[in-house]
Structures are given as structure tokens and as C-alpha cells.
């Protein structure tokens, strides 16, 4: 079974955008969930959204018609790296998205 | 992609022909050191003086009370820091305001941090600073109050004239940072009673790498650099001859020109703000309602800025944002924050700036796109 994928999406300011990823990507393997967390900078393309299983944006890049999968708003992060709710809509997302079709 | 549709004016202008051709002719003939006793050094020197009496004649000053620098950001360090460093720290006050430039709010941060006192006044909701204000802020030991013509991000004209009838009724230095006015308004140092005044070559399609400091006769300033005679000793070394014709020409065609671009850039903004207002339920206009005829800036309702800017990008339409990327996160605007915009309201803002080639043609394309990009960047 391929990985799951993660998604997170920003824009210009690349900095934030690797430390988000850097960051949830740590947290999520700490949690036991081996996810693919990738980063994506529209200014590269926004026209096309990565594949993925989930979508993480720090800015309003696309919509779930055109990645094909849930997204979540991680606007939060710009000021709070773990912001609680947030964090938690995207453990809440994870955890279902893995039981019903990934392994732990 | 058809040819770019450039709307970001105040972070720069193109370099206009004729300003190219003088810059040419001082790489190519005019080369010499303005300092030679020859005829190659005397015609860099004569194209020295053309430039500065094109700056005084805008400025409504004499020649010799014009300094050239390296551009805006040097001559607002050169008239803060060339002020106070006369005094000894914990002797001299500087009266600005929060929605400064950098060049000035840095300058007078480091200013501080060397015993110096500071105060920041505070501006309305439409960036306005209010005189009685500067009048209550003034102490026993000011010296300088520094206060920006025209905001770079609003737009806002500030009561320059008003403000400096206070300081010279107190006996104070009254510097203006005039990068965004000397384009498109009147900047005639004597009415506006301004001591210090700041140009820039760039935003007036000039080169960049140029700027310019009024210095009032009499006015004495603490130099920042040393080494040399060149500009009343205040700018000492080889002078950038090729910066300084582009901006004598600069000023030559701004001086020739302003009262028309005001007048075309005024309607322009004028069939914007009218265009997205139509199209954009719940847009705002920021600043004062007499504003400079070439920055606006809107708030769209719900939106994130950065993506209509990368949407925008994408059409082939420049402008810029109310926000700036940190080490550590996005920071909004220091000027739209001074002005207790809400965080919404900074998140979607934008700022258009036009110059005297933006056309109608141009305008209509982004009252078309803006829309459609502002509902696909919508932040829920």
C-alpha cells in the first residue's frame, strides 16, 4: 500500500511553509502515523495541485473539486505553529482517513 | 502571455527614454571625474550642476541646497542621524510618526537604542497625523520632527504645510520624506516650511541608486560618511555621475509633466475605485478620502492577498501586498496596523499604483480579473 500523503500548501513566504511541513511532518510520525509530507509553494503552480490524500493550506489555493481530496484550512499556523483546533481538525481528518482505508 | 500589466508604481518605475539617454550620454561621453581639471571632468561636473538646478527648480530651492545621496533611504538616515548626532544622546528629541518608512522608522529605532529620545505618533483610521499632536509632543529638547508627504501604502497626503508652521514657530528642523509626492504634487519647500527633504530617482522613472536631501542654507547636519568635499561634505567620494544626470532628467520631465499625471492618474483611480466598488460588495478603500492620485488601497471582503497576488501574477498584473514574510511569520503591514485596520481587513488588502503609462485599457482588464480572482481566494 503507498503512503499517505500529505499536502501542505503556501506561498511566498517558503520559510513558513518548510517549517509547517518540517514540523507536522515530525509530530505526525511521533503520533505513528507514516504519512509522505510534502510542501508546495503556489507561486510555483497554482493551477495544479499535488496528489494527494489530504491538503493543508496556509493560504486559499484550491478548492476539494480540484485536488480531489479533503482540505484543511491550516491558516492558523501563520502565527501559531500548533495551533490547537487546527491541529486537531487535522489528527480528527488523519486518524479517519487511516482507519477506514490506510494501516497504522 | 500578453504584455504584463504593471500596477506597482510606488515600489518602482520604469526608467523613461529620455532619462535612459542622459544616463547614456555620462557612461559613454560625459565619463570623467566630476573632480578632473579638464574638459572631460568639467562636462561630468556641468552635468552635475544641470541636475541639481532641475531638482532645486522642483523643489522651489536653491542648488547649492541639494545633496545628492545613494537614493531616499540614505538622505532620511542622513537628515535624522545628521540631526541628533549633533546633540548628545539623552539631549535631543525626534517627533515622527508610526506610518514612517522603514528608512525613517529604522533610522530612528537605532536612534533610540543610542539614548536618543523618540516619540511615534499614533494616525487615524485614514492615516492621518493630527498637528495637535505634533504640537503636544514637543518638548524642551526636540530637535527634529520628521513626517512623510504622501504614505507609500494609502496614499494619504499629510498636512505637511500646517505641521511645519508648528515646528518653525517652536524653532525645530522639520524634515519631509517627499518620495511619493514629488512625482504628481506641488513640493515647494518654502510653503510647506520644510527644513530636510527626501527624493528618490527610482519612483519617478529615474535609475535606482539615487536620491536626494534638501539641506535648508544654514541648516548644519553631522555626515555619515567621511572621505572627501563631494556634496558640501555630507556625501564624500567619486560622485555617481550616471544616477545623477538620470535623476536631473527625472525631475525635468516630472517638473514638466506633474500637473497632467495628476490630473490622468486622478480619473484612473477615480474609474477603479468606482469599477471594483461595483463588482466587489463590501470593498474598502483605505486611507483618506484625498488621497495621492497614484496609490490605492482596497480591501477586498474575506480574502487573502497573497493569492489574489499570485492569481494576479498569473494574469500578468503587478501589484503588492499588505503583508510582509518574517523569519518567524507573516507580519501585516506597520502602516495599515498603526491605522487599527482590522487583521481581516489587512488580510485582503492590495495596493494599486499607477504611472503615466498605465492606461484605460489596463485598468478595464483588472477591473475584469480582480473580481473572479478575489471569489477564488476567498479564506472560508
Not at chain 1, 489530504?54 to 476539494?64: D, G, K, M, N, R
Not at chain 2, 541639481?52 to 536653491?62: I, K, M, N, P, T
Not at chain 2, 518608512?101 to 543610542?114: C, D, G, M, N
Not at chain 2, 518638548?139 to 504645510?161: A, D, F, W, Y
Amino acid at each position: 500500500m503507498s503512503k499517505y500523503r500529505v499536502c501542505v500548501i503556501g506561498g511566498w513566504c517558503g520559510n513558513r511553509l518548510i517549517m509547517v511541513a518540517d514540523h507536522l511532518d515530525e509530530l505526525l510520525q511521533k503520533a505513528g502515523y507514516p504519512c509522505q509530507v510534502k510542501s508546495h509553494s503556489v507561486w510555483e503552480n497554482y493551477n495544479q495541485p499535488p496528489a494527494s490524500n489530504l491538503v493543508l493550506q496556509l493560504l486559499p489555493a484550491f478548492t476539494e473539486a480540484e485536488t480531489g481530496c479533503p482540505i484543511i484550512n491550516i491558516r492558523p499556523f501563520l502565527v501559531d505553529i500548533d495551533h490547537p483546533e487546527t491541529m486537531e481538525k487535522i489528527f480528527t481528518q488523519i486518524k479517519s482517513d487511516f482507519a477506514s482505508t490506510f494501516q497504522q | 502571455m500578453e504584455k504584463p500589466i504593471y500596477l506597482d508604481y510606488c515600489a518602482t518605475t520604469p526608467v523613461h527614454p529620455e532619462v535612459r539617454a542622459a544616463i547614456l550620454k555620462t557612461l559613454e561621453t560625459d565619463f570623467g571625474n566630476p573632480s578632473s581639471m579638464h574638459s572631460i571632468g568639467k562636462a561630468a561636473a556641468n552635468g552635475i550642476a544641470d541636475a541639481r538646478e532641475q531638482v532645486a527648480l522642483g523643489l522651489s530651492c536653491s542648488p547649492s541646497e541639494v545633496i545628492f545621496t545613494s537614493g531616499a533611504t540614505e538622505s532620511d538616515n542622513l537628515a535624522l542621524a545628521g540631526i541628533l548626532h549633533l546633540s548628545k544622546p539623552g539631549k535631543a528629541h525626534l517627533i515622527t510618526t508610526s506610518i514612517e518608512h522603514h528608512a525613517v522608522l529604522h533610522t530612528a529605532k537605532k536612534l533610540q537604542s543610542e539614548g536618543y529620545e523618540i516619540t511615534f505618533l499614533p494616525v487615524d483610521r485614514q492615516g492621518m497625523i493630527d498637528p495637535v499632536d505634533v504640537q503636544n509632543a514637543i518638548r524642551p529638547n526636540t530637535v527634529l520632527i520628521s513626517v512623510m508627504m504622501v504614505n507609500n501604502e494609502v496614499g494619504t497626503i499629510q498636512p505637511i504645510s500646517e505641521i511645519g508652521k508648528i515646528a518653525k514657530e517652536n524653532g525645530i528642523l522639520f524634515h519631509s520624506d517627499a518620495v511619493q509626492a514629488i512625482g504628481l504634487l506641488d513640493v515647494n519647500v518654502n510653503e510647506l516650511h520644510v527644513d530636510l527633504l527626501s527624493l528618490s530617482g527610482h519612483k519617478i522613472y529615474g535609475p535606482k541608486g539615487i536620491g536626494a536631501l534638501f539641506v535648508r542654507e544654514g541648516v548644519r547636519l553631522a555626515p555619515l560618511t567621511f572621505g572627501g568635499v563631494q556634496e558640501n561634505a555630507l556625501r564624500p567620494g567619486t560622485e555617481n555621475v550616471p544616477g545623477i544626470a538620470g535623476m536631473g532628467a527625472a525631475i525635468r520631465l516630472t517638473n514638466q509633466h506633474k500637473k497632467d499625471e495628476n490630473i490622468h492618474l486622478t480619473r484612473l483611480r477615480g474609474i477603479i475605485i468606482s469599477g471594483l466598488q461595483e463588482r466587489v460588495p463590501g470593498l474598502i478603500v483605505n486611507g483618506a478620502a484625498i488621497a495621492a492620485p497614484h496609490i490605492l488601497s482596497v480591501s477586498l471582503p474575506n480574502a487573502d492577498s497573497e493569492m489574489m497576488l499570485i492569481r494576479l501574477n498569473g494574469a500578468g498584473i503587478a501589484v503588492s501586498i499588505g503583508s510582509a514574510c518574517t523569519s518567524k511569520s507573516i507580519e501585516p503591514s506597520h502602516v495599515l496596523t498603526a491605522m487599527n485596520l482590522p487583521t481581516s481587513q489587512i488580510e485582503g488588502t492590495l495596493r494599486i499604483s499607477l504611472g503615466y503609462p498605465t492606461t484605460e485599457e489596463e485598468i478595464a482588464t483588472v477591473l475584469e480579473l480582480l473580481p473572479k480572482i478575489w471569489s477564488k481566494a476567498k479564506i472560508n
